[in-house]
T-cell receptor
Framework: EAQVTQNPRYLITVTGKKLTVTCSQNMNHEYMSWYRQDPGLGLRQIYYSMNVEVTDKGDVPEGYKVSRKEKRNFPLILESPSPNQTSLYFC?????????????FGPGTRLTVL | TQLLEQSPQFLSIQEGENLTVYCNSSSVFSSLQWYRQEPGEGPVLLVTVVTGGEVKKLKRLTFQFGDARKDSSLHITAAQPGDTGLYLCAGAQAGTYKYIFGTGTRLKVLA
């Protein structure tokens, strides 16, 4: 089954404790992206990747890191999480970054930073 | 940063009524997409419009891209409870590989 998976689905952590949210897709997609969703703000793009070893900032990259060492994986790293990073996070992938293409979203990771 | 403003933010209607959701920007997008999101799930693509003035229909849903590619609308005819959800528009920024999402319209259709 074609899908985007994220782990963990739920995470409660404390300020400053490094964490990684994994994202994997099995569709051989070139383009992958991370978004955060906050009430009243919609989805905001954090980082995206056009292909292996090619990443770029979205609109809200501060406090986040990403890497794309393999085509199927695109982990999101929070080196020193803060309470303002409490949010619902979505990973997405699409065939390529050239619009218009369908973005397929993962089920989301709900992160709480205390 | 380009912005996409959606209106209304919330909409509660009776089954059988018609409704229109708007997505507006002052910037031009190379394409615009509409997604629906159910609670606890990621957004799912409904449609992509590319050409200014383009109209696409998906059963009872009609999508239109503005002539200047700065705005879009979603019209639902004879809404049903199954249409309940969060509707999001998303624009692909021209010349980049970035996507901008609207703030969303939360629709509730009452039986």
């Amino acid at each position: 089954e074609a899908q985007v998976t994220q782990n963990p689905r739920y995470l409660i952590t404390v300020t400053g404790k490094k964490l990684t949210v994994t994202c994997s897709q099995n569709m051989n997609h070139e383009y992958m992206s991370w978004y955060r969703q906050d009430p009243g703000l919609g989805l905001r793009q954090i980082y995206y990747s056009m292909n292996v070893e090619v990443t770029d900032k979205g609109d809200v990259p501060e406090g986040y890191k990403v890497s794309r060492k393999e085509k199927r994986n695109f982990p999101l790293i929070l080196e020193s999480p803060s309470p303002n990073q409490t949010s619902l996070y979505f990973c997405a992938s699409s065939l390529n970054g050239g619009a218009p293409t369908t973005q397929y979203f993962g089920p989301g990771t709900r992160l709480t930073v205390l | 940063t380009q912005l996409l403003e959606q209106s209304p933010q919330f909409l509660s209607i009776q089954e059988g009524e018609n409704l229109t959701v708007y997505c507006n920007s002052s910037s031009v997008f190379s394409s615009l997409q509409w997604y629906r999101q159910e609670p606890g799930e990621g957004p799912v693509l409904l449609v992509t419009v590319v050409t200014g003035g383009e109209v696409k229909k998906l059963k009872r849903l009609t999508f239109q891209f503005g002539d200047a590619r700065k705005d879009s609308s979603l019209h639902i005819t004879a809404a049903q409870p199954g249409d309940t959800g969060l509707y999001l528009c998303a624009g692909a920024q021209a010349g980049t590989y970035k996507y901008i999402f609207g703030t969303g319209t939360r629709l509730k259709v009452l039986a």
